[in-house]
């Protein structure tokens, strides 16, 4: 592999981790009907317990409802990939820590893997396919408390 080769994939791989932070970004910021733009128009969308959605129509809705609906605040941290580029398709394994509250009066964290398979698109990385599992969780009743230093924050009571 010579120099522009190897820049080449450097170059892929920070582009694959910025559209993996994006897809967190626009869950955690609410920007829910433009987490789609991030997949291909076929890809597959399969979270564990939530199901699988394939192709634009059906992860956009399940996205723009379902998840939208179910959760008050999430904070996703997407860390340790492992990414495989192979010209203009990649495959990626992350691990995952979410924090968030449920519109049910629960918060907590979960801890996965993110399986990810990616395509070069007119030169822009997208998901083909994502998929998680979850391997640990926590969960508690909780509060949204008005704290003196960090302003308005979600308070964890006892687990459930």
């Given at each position: 592999?010579?120099?522009?080769d190897?820049?080449?994939?450097?170059?892929d791989?920070?582009?694959?981790e910025r559209?993996?932070?994006?897809?967190?970004?626009?869950l955690?910021?609410?920007e829910?009907d433009?987490?789609?733009?991030?997949?291909?128009?076929?890809?597959?969308?399969?979270?564990?317990?939530?199901?699988t959605?394939?192709?634009?129509?059906?992860?956009?809705?399940?996205?723009?409802?379902?998840?939208?609906?179910?959760?008050?605040?999430?904070?996703h941290?997407?860390?340790?990939p492992t990414i495989?580029?192979d010209?203009?398709?990649?495959?990626?394994e992350?691990?995952?820590?979410?924090?968030?509250?449920?519109?049910?009066?629960?918060?907590g964290?979960?801890?996965?893997?993110y399986f990810?398979?990616?395509?070069k698109?007119?030169?822009?990385?997208?998901?083909?396919?994502?998929?998680?599992?979850?391997?640990?969780r926590?969960?508690?009743?909780?509060?949204?408390?008005?704290?003196?230093?960090?302003?308005?924050?979600?308070?964890?009571?006892a687990p459930?």
């Amino acid at each position: 592999m010579d120099l522009e080769d190897r820049v080449r994939a450097l170059e892929d791989r920070g582009e694959i981790e910025r559209l993996k932070y994006e897809y967190a970004r626009r869950l955690d910021d609410d920007e829910f009907d433009s987490v789609v733009e991030l997949f291909t128009e076929d890809a597959t969308y399969a979270l564990e317990g939530w199901g699988t959605h394939e192709g634009h129509a059906e992860i956009a809705a399940f996205i723009e409802t379902t998840l939208a609906d179910a959760f008050e605040y999430t904070a996703h941290v997407m860390h340790h990939p492992t990414i495989d580029v192979d010209g203009d398709t990649a495959s990626a394994e992350w691990y995952l820590e979410i924090h968030y509250a449920l519109a049910d009066g629960t918060a907590g964290w979960r801890q996965g893997r993110y399986f990810d398979e990616y395509e070069k698109v007119d030169g822009e990385w997208l998901f083909s396919s994502m998929s998680h599992t979850i391997l640990a969780r926590q969960r508690s009743e909780y509060e949204v408390v008005e704290d003196e230093r960090y302003g308005e924050i979600i308070e964890y009571g006892a687990p459930r």
